[in-house]
């Protein structure tokens, strides 16, 4: 019985560690603008939202959206203000600091399988 409750207790530690380890890699990539990282984490379509850009788009096109955003907006830093989990999806607010300007920045990500996938990405100016 000590070890069933061993087990179980490394099991939902782990899990735990595995979901919060998606939100905090994203944290991570948007610090330095890192678009290479972030798509390690998109799914199938993203969605993206910005003034003048907000669409679904493909894995490829939404790098190319991202580039373009960040070679336009270089990045100074990213604070995580707020994270937070419901039923296997993950959000983190923070604030992106870039040369021409604020932004608020909101991550929503979903847990496919074993791994949390990048959903939407939403920039509001501060």
Do not use: C, W
Request: proline residues 1%; positive net charge.
């Amino acid at each position: 019985m000590k070890r069933m409750i061993v087990l179980l207790t490394m099991g939902f530690l782990f899990s735990s560690f595995t979901l919060n380890a998606g939100i905090d890699e994203v944290a991570s990539a948007l610090k330095t603008g890192n678009v290479a990282q972030l798509v390690k984490y998109f799914d199938n379509t993203v969605d993206i939202i910005m003034l003048d850009k907000s669409n679904s788009y493909s894995k490829s096109q939404a790098e190319l959206v991202l580039k373009d955003f960040f070679s336009s907006n270089p990045v100074k830093s990213f604070e995580l203000l707020h994270k937070g989990e419901n039923a296997g999806s993950q959000y983190g607010i923070g604030n992106l600091i870039t040369r021409n300007g604020n932004f608020r920045t909101t991550v929503y990500m979903k847990q496919k399988g074993a791994q949390q996938f990048l959903q939407e990405i939403r920039f509001e100016n501060n």
